[in-house]
């Protein structure tokens, strides 16, 4: 039961550093529940955070403060909230299965082509957040160590790092790994079994992954993938990418691996030798 109440006080005077505390704590106790196991508190926990005022204010400022997309427009042309407008949202949040669909927005990639974004309406982003705050605590447990990208406190240099060091005493054979369009092909009904989690996130999540594209005023259903552009979308991919690592060290011991003396390599040796760094859907494999 939630027990907080909800403050009268404007946007301007929100005590920012308490809000930040509370919802830090009930992620914490979320933390700390998977990692020994415990789903039946972890589910509780995640309840009761999604219906935190202060969890809701947090999901509500960072979609339309903080984000670095905050002033794109959904397929409801909402581009920015005054703050009254933001106190409403905050108010008005509550999980659900009425979903609009994503705007297509294409973004120049490097190499000349393009890259679809898949831009949600103000609400479904805060939304989003809102349950990306309750679900990354638990993934986050049980995430494998050598997974960098889209990770809170975690950035590609520290994936340069993990390669250095997993080099650095001596030579390795390196296979370098790009999942091709990753973020598109991701089995909606898979990654739901994944997951895992209570029926009302499960709910909320599979609306938000079949809730469809528009591109100007064409619409196009979406079977599969998670939509670029999303702010749950990159922990989505994470969770669908769990246990890559633990996958290719199973099959090392079929690799052709041997000594400095050309003899072939024990099964433990070969498991023990093989590193797995991944940043998002980029890849590499060392040994």
Request: hydrophobic share 45%; aromatic share 20%.
């Given at each position: 039961m939630n027990t907080e109440s909800k403050p009268m006080y404007k946007w301007g005077d929100i005590n920012w550093r308490k809000l930040e505390r509370v919802v830090y704590k009930l992620q914490k106790r979320i933390y700390r529940a998977s990692q020994r196991g415990d789903v039946k508190t972890v589910r509780r926990l995640q309840k009761l955070l999604v219906k935190s005022w202060s969890a809701k204010a947090l999901a509500v400022r960072r979609v339309t403060q903080d984000n670095q997309g905050k002033k794109t427009?959904?397929?409801d042309g909402v581009k920015s909230l005054s703050p009254e407008a933001r106190m409403k949202l905050v108010n008005n949040l509550k999980l659900g299965t009425k979903v609009k669909p994503t705007?297509?927005?294409?973004?120049?990639k490097p190499n000349r082509e393009q890259r679809p974004l898949g831009i949600p309406t103000m609400y479904d982003r805060a939304l989003q957040a809102l349950v990306k705050l309750a679900l990354e605590p638990e993934w986050e447990a049980i995430f494998e160590p050598n997974s960098?990208?889209?990770r809170p406190g975690?950035?590609?240099h520290d994936a340069i790092e993990a390669i250095y060091n997993a080099i650095k005493q001596k030579p390795k054979f390196v296979l370098d790994t790009d999942i091709s369009k990753c973020f598109d092909r991701i089995n909606h009904k898979r990654l739901l079994e994944k997951l895992?989690?209570?029926p009302t996130f499960r709910k909320q999540i599979r609306a938000w992954l079949n809730a469809g594209v528009m591109d100007g005023k064409e619409f196009s259903p979406t079977s599969e993938g998670t939509p670029q552009g999303g702010v749950l979308s990159p922990l989505l991919a994470n969770i669908a990418l769990h246990g890559l690592e633990s996958e290719i060290k199973a099959?090392?011991?079929t690799f052709d691996m041997k000594d400095l003396r050309g003899r072939q390599r024990s099964r433990t040796q070969k498991q023990d030798s093989v590193n797995v760094?991944?940043?998002a859907d980029d890849f590499v494999v060392l040994h």
């Open positions: 427009a959904g397929v705007r297509r927005v294409w973004i120049p960098y990208g889209f975690r950035s590609a895992n989690t209570f099959i090392a011991h760094i991944r940043y």
